[in-house]
């Protein structure tokens, strides 16, 4: 939470792209050869999903591609970690600021809202630090009026933690207005592309992946918006849920493999909101429709809040992230089609099957995210759930603190045990998982000082030996406690009396058929999006002679 203390205040940006690049009678030129069309998206009918699916098409006009939206037959511009988005509400910025807050369990490190005002210019917020801190001041909100606007709470995956430049929405003007963007996922071929963009002029403002979004959807010649959107993403590699805002449009988006959720609601005034999680759409009182599909594009416009659908690049298999529903997620959320909470419990209960701990007297969860699997465990194995160990607050996710050092007190200064429950007993603590093993040697050592007579550890998802490349910052491969040690090796350092895992093959029995559609990498090492293997070297300073 250091971030958060030091949070400077929050800043009003507005970031500009490179220069308008080709001179008018070139660019009207190339703009008639639009880019590839978008087709209407094919959706997938299967079971889990038919429901939402159902909502689709009763809700979505298919987009018509002939209709040109943003720039008009001239040049003249008209307009241009978790996240959320509402379009067709008087109140959009405040409802961005509660749904953020809902989201908050997805990104500590930087915050922000872009709203679109009625005068057509979008203003945005952004700071370090959380959604309370960045927002303390209300003259922020109020800078922000407007029927549309979407945000975002950042967690890095590139680029520095603690920058505010970093920090999203991105605003940036361009030659057709302007357009902000927030991003939740990890780009893959992020260098690669930024490189070359540079290599051809592009100046940029910032060191995370996102800005070359923006970019390419500068450089794009085809129009209208949603088909430079298209142009852009199907240059991107990796992990991208994203909303874009213009004067009078929402586009929500995501990569064809589906790595990050991103679900779509309706509040009853009838206005669209998007969120990374259903969580967030609970609290304002929007009603779950449906996941944006992988690949696909969601086009809201405000002026009279028709709801287009298209699909951005050929159908991959989806491979949604699992350590969404392990760790990531909130439990009251329905990601993927299912709900969190129900998954964890199943995976208790699998471990349980797995790895029963047949001495043991007492089931207890490590809070927050380690709670349904624990309410698995007893549920399968009979025996007594009971907190034993009690969380505060005021902290903030351990996992995603900075320094190891921070870590360490963090978890003492997060958990405390409950002696009544554990003093005398043999106790089964049951977590989502085992990253680098700090909290999971200081349970058990906190669960000894505090007179347990065995600790016997269950974790309901298999070891983490391989680093997240999609928008989950797991540390370096070395830092990763089950890259170096074999499960008897962890057991020792950890210092707990038995240690099993959720296996693979558990997990994937859970989801049956669906389990094809799982990233599952940091488990596995199969990951669906290989990384580059060669970057280009940046030209230096030198090249420039
Ligand atoms: O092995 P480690 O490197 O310690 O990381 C694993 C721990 O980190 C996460 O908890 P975290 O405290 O981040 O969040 P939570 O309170 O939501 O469980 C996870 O639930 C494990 O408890
Ligand atoms: N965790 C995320 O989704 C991060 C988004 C983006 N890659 C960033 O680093 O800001
Ligand atoms: S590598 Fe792990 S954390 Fe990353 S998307 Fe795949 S399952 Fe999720
Ligand atoms: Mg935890």
Do not use: W
Request: some cysteine; hydrophobic content about 40%.
């Amino acid at each position: 939470m250091a971030a958060a203390a030091a949070a400077p205040p929050a800043t009003p940006s507005s970031r500009p792209l490179r220069a308008p690049p080709a001179p008018s009678t070139v660019h009207r030129q190339l703009r008639c050869h639009a880019g590839p069309s978008p087709s209407l998206l094919a959706l997938r009918h299967r079971a889990a999903r038919a429901a939402p699916a159902r909502a689709l098409l009763d809700k979505v006009t298919p987009f018509n591609f002939g209709e040109e939206e943003d720039d008009g037959g001239d040049d003249h511009p008209r307009e241009e970690c978790g996240v959320f988005g509402v379009v067709g509400d008087p109140e959009a910025s405040s409802l961005c600021y509660l749904g953020l807050q809902k989201l908050q369990h997805r990104g500590e490190e930087g915050a922000g809202i872009c709203a679109a005002g009625d005068d057509g210019k979008l203003k945005s917020v952004t700071g370090l630090g959380l959604v309370s801190d960045v927002f303390r001041d209300p003259a922020h909100l109020g800078s922000l009026p407007g029927q549309a606007a979407i945000g975002h709470v950042r967690y890095s995956t590139s680029g520095g933690d603690a920058q505010l430049c970093n920090v999203q929405p991105f605003l940036a003007g361009y030659r057709f207005g302007q357009l902000a963007v927030a991003h939740n996922g990890n780009l893959v071929n992020y260098l690669p592309l930024r490189h070359k963009l540079e290599a051809q002029g592009s100046i940029f403002n910032n060191s995370s992946d996102t800005e070359v979004i923006l970019h390419l959807i500068a450089t794009s010649l085809s129009r209208p918006l949603l088909a430079r959107i298209c142009d852009a993403c199907e240059r991107l590699q990796g992990a991208y849920s994203l909303l874009f805002l213009t004067a009078d449009k929402l586009f929500a988006v995501r990569d064809p493999f589906g790595f990050r959720p991103l679900v779509m609601g309706r509040r009853p005034n009838g206005a669209v909101v998007f969120a990374s999680e259903t969580c967030a759409l609970d609290l304002i009182d929007a009603v779950y429709e449906r996941e944006v599909e992988p690949g696909e594009v969601i086009v809201v416009d405000r002026r009279d809040m028709s709801v287009s659908s298209a699909c951005l690049v050929p159908h991959r298999p989806r491979k949604s992230c699992v350590f969404e529903h392990i760790y990531f997620a909130l439990p009251n959320s329905i990601v993927f089609g299912h709900a969190v909470h129900e998954r964890r419990t199943a995976y208790g209960r699998a471990l349980a099957e797995e790895s029963p701990a047949p001495t043991a007297d007492v089931v207890i969860p490590v809070p927050d995210s380690g709670f349904y699997a624990a309410l698995g465990f007893a549920q399968a194995s009979g025996l007594e759930f009971q907190q034993g160990l009690i969380r505060s607050h005021y902290t903030g996710r351990s996992f995603i603190q900075p320094t190891q050092a921070i870590r360490d007190l963090a978890v003492k200064l997060k958990l405390a045990p409950v002696r009544g429950v554990i003093t005398g007993k043999s106790v089964v603590v049951v977590d989502d998982s085992i990253v680098r093993g700090t909290t999971s040697s200081k349970i058990v050592r906190l669960l000894r000082d505090a007179g347990a007579r065995e600790v016997h550890m269950r974790i309901s998802s298999p070891p983490v030996v391989g680093r997240c490349h999609y928008g989950i910052d797991t540390p370096d491969e070395k830092e990763l406690i089950s890259n170096r040690l074999d499960i008897e090796g962890v057991r020792e350092m950890i210092g707990c009396d038995s240690l099993g895992f959720l296996t693979l093959d558990k997990l994937h029995s859970i989801y049956g058929d669906e389990a094809d559609e799982l990233c599952d990498a940091c488990f596995s090492r199969n990951y669906p999006v290989p990384m580059p293997e060669k970057v280009p070297a940046m030209a230096s300073a030198d090249d420039e002679d």
